[in-house]
């Protein structure tokens, strides 16, 4: 036995060397299948109809609404209302998706919005500053809030769930503070015109959010701080070696979160002529059905601005067809955690055939 | 003696010479959606017997090593019996454990932050009958006892997992996979269990296995290494594209070029190193670079075209070079001087100025460090340059486009598809995507840390060359590198770091022997193979 073990350790290696002619496909195993050509088409086909498959289940809700209640489902009414109403979840998924981007994670975006509006509708009628001084003082807020939340997880290294949760409920606590637990109202009906100007159906604050997405949209997928975000999302021992600032970017993430929340913020409450501190809360959900029910769409198991975009209005579909069927008040909550929860496992199992 | 050692003995045959086999394992197939990952694989184990597995990747080495662990299940028709007894499929890694059969992966499988003694006993600690209060001074007993057996005395078993040697918590996994088993029995798989020892402790690991087949325990072994399994194991199995292709041939009559052969189909060609016979001028010295571990700064020239290798023991540091360049240390000094008089102060710098300056880093773990797996190659291969190549505002589409698809077709990087998901690659196909990311940058010294780690025959031959082109364009190569093989084959010369962190240079005629002596000392016989290790004192009595 031993003269073998020397005979081959003497052989060291002799195999691994230039390619043979007659090279023929190894490396991988992905292009043995049997019948390539049909495989190929079949997988082309999963792969498109996944990406589009929440638009068909979108198409599928607005048909079966129609269906059911003809009369007052497929009117020009329910659609405008449908767009016209999701100012508030745009602005919160954005933030949302900002964060989760870059693979952090942010549970106070629903109250640093509530912050902002509370403290734009107290500066201007309590406190009687011009409208434009409260707006900025509003924003400022919560970029400033959004910026201590990014240093304490970014530079102490704090949990990202623990933080923004009690970021979340201390400015809730800030905000029901500055408006004295009441809601107020009245902010001039000129400056409401920021938000409600009518523009081809639809008020200007529709516009707003659909800007803010493509912004999302095109840095995301044409700037090279995109791509970096996508790969602080996907590795971020990688993302650093490859020269990306990585802890500036999640910095900056949380920041421009608090940022988009402060201008939702205030133009919410333009556009009501005032804010009550209580409702923000109820935006946290929706959002988060709609960000994760977006990595369903277009770019399966990533998080991607068309696939939010989409959510948020298939969200507000369902509820507003459920309503119209009768059910009310309490389908909402239903509805938005039903979809929660599919959505994340959605995420999951298309998440593990990437890894797989 | 616990509830479960009696169970085993019960029915596994008392007499380990009966020639019941410890694994017998008929018709194992593995089917994922269309692709077909192993067909008909058969894998008979005898007592006291060390079968070495080797493939390439994706033929399916680990997937049988997934088998055994009872992580996937095999397809129907799979006949599975251990020690004479059949298991049900599927199989349940609960059962696989009570059988006697346990895996030591690659990564141990250890949790670093608990105790020896938790570890070994996880999941086999028992409560007492009404409290379900757990016996501690038992479990240390039943502990003690495994780790004495395997030559583990000197672990104490209240030390954390963290502050062992490698070769010591190696010893530990082995430890958690015999527990529970009489001494004698069962059967150890080891996945690729020798990539986390450092090259001096594996004759020692090497002892440990044979001591535990020479007891009768059945061993396999999954090895890239294909020295490592002629040297240690009696039968291998070789595996082609998910198919066996020689069952069970006895290592004495083979040779590495005989195995590689079979594992590829054909015959493999001997690599041809080009002996650039001329440099360019020095373009890149490192100028008494030092960090924590290094014994003295250590200084060193390369010139233009250069490929110069770098190893030595575990003791010296070598292996945390790279890292130091790359600025993944923490208390480095020293300088790097490029091409240009460009100076990379490797006290304060970013990871920005040293691409710019030239300076690249290819790091050790591809799938930690080196790419994200979720994204696609063009994604990958162009994250680096994206500020170099682009503006602000845009990415240079056009640029990334035709760099990925010519580094595919120049790598032979499969499949094609510039968009295909780094994860969806074989592992030899993702570390060539890795030199590509890193070559778009045309460095001036271009740092790799064990280029060839866990890749198969061919991928290496063409990472080879791909390391020999990228010195032709006009870099100077650093190879820090344990594969003294991969050194030998393209390097013009070879430093050896010692633990005084002094450097001896083996150039001209390099060969394998020639670094080892150097690296261990003179006191290396002549038979000195392609590893780090020599099969010197190779039982004779296991025949």
Request: glycine fraction near 10%; charge should be neutral; hydrophobic fraction near 45%.
């Amino acid at each position: 036995m031993t003269n073998a073990a020397r005979k081959k350790s003497g052989a060291a290696t002799a195999g691994a060397m230039t390619r043979p002619a007659d090279y023929t496909d190894y490396g991988s195993t992905e292009q043995s299948s049997r019948n390539p050509q049909r495989h190929q088409i079949g997988e082309a086909l999963t792969a498109v109809s996944s990406r589009v498959a929440i638009l068909g289940v979108w198409g599928l809700a607005i048909l079966i609404f129609s269906l059911l209640e003809p009369s007052t489902f497929l009117q020009a009414g329910t659609f405008q209302t449908i767009f016209s109403s999701q100012e508030p979840l745009v602005f919160i998924s954005i933030a949302l998706l900002c964060t989760f981007m870059v693979g952090e994670f942010d549970l106070s975006v629903a109250s640093l919005f509530g912050l902002s509006g509370c403290l734009m509708a107290a500066l201007a009628v309590n406190e009687h500053l011009s409208v434009y001084a409260a707006a900025g003082i509003a924003i400022a807020a919560t970029t400033a809030a959004g910026a201590i939340t990014a240093t304490i997880v970014v530079v102490f290294g704090v949990n990202a769930i623990v933080t923004t949760l009690g970021m979340s409920t201390a400015l809730l606590g800030v905000a029901l503070g500055v408006t004295n637990l009441a809601s107020i109202s009245g902010i001039s009906q000129r400056f409401g015109n920021v938000a409600n100007f009518d523009l081809l159906g639809l008020p200007v604050s529709f516009y707003y959010g659909l800007l803010i997405f493509l912004v999302l949209l095109y840095v995301a997928k044409v700037t090279p701080l995109g791509q970096k975000m996508s790969f602080v999302g996907a590795n971020r021992d990688v993302a650093n070696l490859a020269g990306i600032r990585v802890n500036r970017i999640r910095w900056c993430s949380y920041t421009v979160s608090g940022l988009i929340c402060g201008v939702g913020g205030v133009i919410l409450a333009a556009s009501l002529g005032g804010f009550n501190p209580t409702t923000s809360q109820n935006y946290l959900l929706p959002a988060f059905s709609a960000v994760f029910l977006g990595t369903a769409a277009i770019e399966p198991g990533r998080f991607n601005s068309i696939g939010t975009f989409v959510g948020i209005y298939f969200l507000e579909t369902g509820v507003l067809g459920l309503q119209l069927l009768g059910l009310t008040g309490w389908v909402e909550d239903v509805f938005y955690g039903a979809v929660l929860v599919v959505a994340v496992a959605i995420t999951t199992l298309l998440r593990r055939g990437i890894k797989q | 003696m616990t509830e479960r050692d009696l169970r085993v003995t019960d029915s596994a045959p008392q007499d380990v010479t009966r020639p019941v086999p410890r694994l017998a394992v008929q018709g194992m197939s593995k089917t994922f959606g269309a692709k077909r990952v192993l067909s008909g694989v058969s894998l008979t184990v005898g007592s006291g017997e060390i079968r070495g597995i080797v493939g390439q990747n994706g033929s399916g080495k680990s997937t049988i090593a997934k088998i055994l662990s009872g992580v996937y299940q095999p397809d129907r028709g799979c006949s599975f019996v251990v020690d004479g007894r059949p298991l049900a499929v599927p199989v349940h890694p609960v059962a696989l454990r009570k059988a006697g059969v346990a895996v030591v992966h690659q990564d141990l499988g250890l949790v670093e932050d608990f105790s020896v003694l938790r570890n070994i006993r996880i999941g086999a600690s028992r409560g007492s009958r009404i409290i379900r209060r757990i016996d501690w001074k038992h479990e240390a007993q039943e502990a003690r006892r495994i780790l004495d057996t395997i030559g583990g005395s000197a672990i104490s078993l209240s030390q954390n997992v963290h502050e062992l040697t490698p070769t010591k918590k190696a010893k530990v996994a082995i430890a958690r996979g015999l527990e529970g088993v009489p001494s004698g029995h069962g059967l150890l798989i080891f996945d690729e269990s020798t990539k986390s020892l450092p090259p001096a402790d594996l004759q020692e690991f090497y002892e440990v296995v044979r001591e535990l087949a020479r007891s009768g325990t059945g061993i396999v072994i999954i090895s890239h290494r294909l020295s490592e399994v002629l040297m240690l194991a009696d039968t291998v199995t070789i595996l082609r594209d998910g198919e066996v292709v020689g069952d069970g041939l006895a290592t004495s009559e083979l040779d590495e070029a005989t195995i590689a052969q079979m594992m590829v189909g054909r015959e493999v060609q001997q690599h041809s190193k080009g002996q650039a016979a001329e440099f360019g001028p020095v373009v890149a010295s490192l100028d008494a670079v030092a960090f924590p571990g290094l014994a003295r700064p250590l200084s060193l020239q390369l010139r233009e075209g250069e490929i110069v290798g770098l190893t030595g023991l575990a003791g010296s540091a070598f292996e945390h070079l790279p890292d130091a360049l790359a600025g993944e240390r923490e208390g480095v000094a020293g300088k790097v001087v490029l091409r240009g008089g460009r100076v990379v102060n490797l006290v304060q710098t970013t990871v920005q100025e040293r691409l710019r300056h030239g300076l690249v880093v290819v790091p050790e773990e591809r799938t930690k460090k080196g790419l994200a797996l979720s994204l696609s190659v063009v994604d990958n291969m162009s994250v680096p340059w994206l500020d170099a190549r682009g503006r602000p505002w845009a990415v240079d589409r056009r640029w990334r486009a035709r760099y990925a698809a010519d580094a595919m077709s120049k790598f032979d990087i499969r499949p094609t598809d510039i968009r295909a998901l780094v994860a969806h690659l074989s592992g030899g196909n993702q570390q060539k995507v890795m030199l590509a990311k890193w070559l778009a940058g045309a460095p001036s010294l271009l740092v790799l840390h064990e280029p060839t780690q866990a890749v198969d025959v061919q991928a290496r031959a063409d990472i080879l060359d791909a390391i020999k082109g990228a010195a032709a364009a006009g870099a100077a190569v650093l190879i820090v590198s344990t594969e003294i093989s991969d050194l030998r084959l393209v390097c013009q010369r070879v430093l050896i770091l010692h633990s005084d962190a002094s450097l001896s240079e083996v150039s001209g005629e390099i060969s394998s022997d020639r670094i080892l002596s150097m690296v261990y000392g003179s006191t290396r016989s002549s038979d000195g193979g392609g590893q780090l290790t020599a099969g010197s004192n190779y039982p004779a009595e296991r025949s």
